[in-house]
Nanobody, 116 residues
Framework: QVQLVESGGGLVQAGGSLRLSCAAS????????MGWYRQAPGKQRELVAF???????NYADSVKGRFTISRDNAKRTAYLQMNSLKPEDTAVYYC??????????WGQGTQVTVSS
């Protein structure tokens, strides 16, 4: 099974930027969708963005125009570029890989903290 390792989280001031990376242990070209989710304290995990194997993307309304998801199959990595960060973006961000048959895998998460 694929293993996912996130990196790139940290502390940033409001208005700043971060780029999250999700490195997979195997080739990702066969992964149907790769996505980023986040979970803030006391809240349910929510979808932030996902990208299909064909390159189609989808974003939560709260991050449209600020976040960009991408994937580099050659590097077995997915990215989440986050710009114009807000304090409400503070959460643990998780990478998700979902295969066409429905099986899915999660990374361990990376903390993003945005100070006001």
């Amino acid at each position: 099974q694929v293993q996912l390792v996130e990196s790139g989280g940290g502390l940033v001031q409001a208005g700043g930027s971060l780029r999250l990376s999700c490195a997979a242990s195997e080739r990702i070209f066969s992964i149907n969708t790769m996505g980023w989710y986040r979970q803030a304290p006391g809240k349910q995990r929510e979808l932030v963005a996902f990208i299909t194997s064909g390159g189609s993307t989808n974003y939560a309304d709260s991050v449209k125009g600020r976040f960009t998801i991408s994937r580099d199959n050659a590097k077995r990595t997915a990215y989440l570029q986050m710009n114009s960060l807000k304090p409400e973006d503070t959460a643990v961000y998780y990478c998700n890989a979902r295969y066409a048959l429905g099986n899915e895998y999660w990374g361990q998460g990376t903390q993003v903290t945005v100070s006001s």
